[in-house]
């Protein structure tokens, strides 16, 4: 049973680019969470994609979209790249219920080096 | 979310129990409190969640205070693949949950 998988693994970018990072959620997950981890610090929550619908968002500007596919993989995009958008991008994948309780699977991250 | 506050560093003896404080004054009555840890370069991983009760699961334990003010999770014998940083979370089961720094815990050979 294959676990949260995303890609690129590690991808290099210069400022204004922009980027999209992907992910496949853990087989029977139907919930995909973002999170961006800054060198030192803990993760912090970007959004949430659940029924291809953004159903909550952190504190992150307009330049972080994401997109939810029918099979609940996810896509996250950022545009116009800033230097401080290096970070490791973490996805996170569970199953939506009632009175859900969050546990989460995390994948490996996509690390994005903004030169 | 409650804040939570742990300590940066913790250092604990192969095979001993480490025992990881987490403090959250002002944790809401339907909050939950997590732990996740993070082992260099990997992503978190969920180790344990609770309420009001103590819980225990194949990984650790988690006691949880009368007044839910604070809680401790316990690795009841570390082996070194414990080393990593342990977050101690407050979150209503909405799973946008927020992080902090987290402890960094060493287990020593």
């Known amino acids: 049973d294959a676990g949260v998988t995303q890609s690129p693994t590690h991808l290099i970018k210069t400022r204004g680019q922009q980027v999209t990072l992907r992910c496949s959620p853990k087989s029977g997950h139907d919930t995909v969470s973002w999170y961006q981890q800054a060198l030192g610090q803990g993760p912090q929550f970007i959004f949430q994609y659940y029924e291809e619908e953004e159903r909550q968002r952190g504190n992150f500007p307009d330049r972080f979209s994401g997109h939810q596919f029918p099979n609940y993989s996810s896509e996250l995009n950022v545009n116009a790249l800033l230097l401080g958008d290096s970070a490791l991008y973490l996805c996170?994948?569970?199953?939506?219920?009632?009175?859900?309780?969050?546990?989460?699977?995390f994948g490996e991250g996509s690390r994005l080096t903004v030169l | 979310d409650a804040k939570t506050t742990q300590p940066t560093s913790m250092d604990c003896a192969e095979g001993r129990a480490a025992n990881l404080p987490c403090n959250h004054s002002?944790?809401?009555?339907?909050?939950?409190v997590y732990w996740y840890r993070q082992i260099h370069s990997q992503g978190p991983q969920y180790i344990i969640h609770?309420?009001?009760n103590n819980e225990t699961n194949e990984m650790a334990s988690l006691i949880i205070t009368e007044d839910r003010k604070s809680s401790t999770l316990i690795l009841p014998h570390a082996t070194l693949r414990d080393t990593a940083v342990y977050y101690c979370?407050?979150?209503?089961?909405?799973?946008?949950?927020?992080f902090g720094t987290g402890t960094r815990l060493t287990i020593i050979p």
């Open positions: 002002t944790i809401s009555g339907n909050e939950y």
């Open positions: 996170a994948s569970s199953f939506y219920r009632e009175g859900n309780t969050g546990e989460l699977f």
């Open positions: 609770g309420l009001k």
């Open positions: 979370i407050a979150n209503f089961g909405n799973e946008k949950l927020t």
